[in-house]
């Protein structure tokens, strides 16, 4: 297995691609980044499809090599878990699992929050929280996807290094989450902030009193 640093390196060189990508927030004491997605299927349906995270989830960013090994516990104290198959025996027992991060919040069709550090994070005294929201879109037809993720504690590399390379895995997972559904990361700019009604998405703050009321 690749150490930390290669790791956090390889993060790196991915996100330097062309995929889009928006830090709102780092810090010595941490970073936020979020992203928007529009998609054509209702908030129904993209819920359905972000709980099957093997549908969509770049099997490039997994323990295991394969997305199909993923999957969502939509409850609290569910398990964002991943298997790692017995490559020798795939018949016999796994020879072991990952917990990736831990539900703590969710409501049907509209939010989803979990704790964890992902990846490389795993391995350093980091915490993170992702807050995923779906709402129709401001014309009625389809849905906006709003994926959050908070990160602090005591890392070894620099947040400043972290945050743009974490940045950029996540948002190709919400692309590709917003591919599976027909449609696109959002043009808007996600430090737009509050929602306004005319189609902005929550800041985190709308988006914390949004889930804790």
């Not at 569910?78 to 699992?97: D, I, M, Q, Y």
């Not at 980091?126 to 014309?139: F, I, Q, S, Y």
């Not at 590709?176 to 043009?187: H, P, Q, T």
């Amino acid at each position: 297995m690749r150490s930390l640093l290669a790791c956090a390196l390889a993060l790196a060189a991915f996100a330097s691609g062309p995929v889009a990508a928006k830090v709102v927030e780092v810090s010595d004491r941490g970073f936020v980044v979020r992203h928007v997605a529009e998609v054509p299927a209702d908030a129904a349906e993209s819920w359905d499809v972000l709980l099957e995270p093997s549908q969509w989830w770049d099997s490039e960013h997994t323990w295991s090599g394969s997305a199909a090994n993923l999957s969502i516990d939509p409850r609290a104290g569910g398990c964002f878990c991943e298997v790692l198959p017995n490559k020798e025996s795939p018949r016999a027992a796994p020879r072991g699992s990952v917990e990736h991060m831990r539900v703590v919040f969710v409501e049907q069709g509209r939010a989803l929050r979990m704790a964890g550090a992902l990846g490389p994070l795993q391995a350093d005294a980091a915490e993170g929280t992702m807050t995923v929201l779906l709402k129709p879109a401001a014309d009625g037809k389809g849905a906006r996807i709003q994926l959050e993720y908070i990160v602090g504690g005591y890392v070894r590399p620099s947040y400043e290094a972290l945050a743009p390379a974490v940045d950029g895995v996540l948002g190709n997972q919400v692309k590709r989450l917003a591919g599976k559904l027909g449609g696109r990361i959002a043009e808007t700019s996600p430090e737009q902030g509050a929602d306004s009604g005319s189609g902005g998405e929550e800041s985190g703050e709308a988006a914390s009193e949004m889930i804790g009321r």
